[in-house]
Nanobody
Framework: QVQLVESGGGLVQPGGSLRLSCTAS????????MSWYRQAPGKERELVAR????????NYADSVKGRFTISRDNAKNTVALQMNSLKPEDTAVYYC??????WGQGTWVTVSS
C-alpha cells in the first residue's frame, strides 16, 4: 500500500533552518510530481512547494520563495524540503502529498524564540 512518511520537524528559533524529508513507497515514485503542504492552527491547508517527476521544475508559494527549496531523489524515493530563514508564521504541520487523498501523517514545525 501507499505510504508517505515525513521526518525532520521540530522546534527552531526564528532565522533558523530545518530540513524535512518524506520517504515514499507503494507506487512508482519517479513518474509523479510531489508536493509539500502545510496547515497552521486555525487555517486551511496550503500548498508550499511542488516538484515535477524529474525534478526539472519547481513551484513555491509566494510566502516561502527564496527561503525554501524542494528537491527529490528518485533513486531513494524521497522528497525533501529545505527551509531556511524560518519565521514564526511558518509554524504549521507540514505534509507530504502524492495525489488525491494520499498524504503523509504530517510533521510539526514550530518557529519560536
Amino acid at each position: 500500500q501507499v505510504q508517505l512518511v515525513e521526518s525532520g520537524g521540530g522546534l527552531v528559533q526564528p532565522g533558523g533552518s530545518l530540513r524535512l524529508s518524506c520517504t515514499a513507497s507503494g507506487f512508482t515514485f519517479g513518474v509523479y510530481a510531489m508536493s509539500w503542504y502545510r496547515q497552521a492552527p486555525g487555517k486551511e491547508r496550503e500548498l508550499v512547494a511542488r516538484i515535477t517527476s524529474t525534478g526539472s521544475s519547481t513551484n513555491y508559494a509566494d510566502s516561502v520563495k527564496g527561503r525554501f527549496t524542494i528537491s527529490r531523489d528518485n533513486a531513494k524515493n524521497t522528497v525533501a524540503l529545505q527551509m531556511n530563514s524560518l519565521k514564526p508564521e511558518d509554524t504549521a504541520v507540514y505534509y507530504c502529498h502524492w495525489v488525491g487523498s494520499y498524504w503523509g501523517q504530517g510533521t510539526w514545525v514550530t518557529v519560536s524564540s
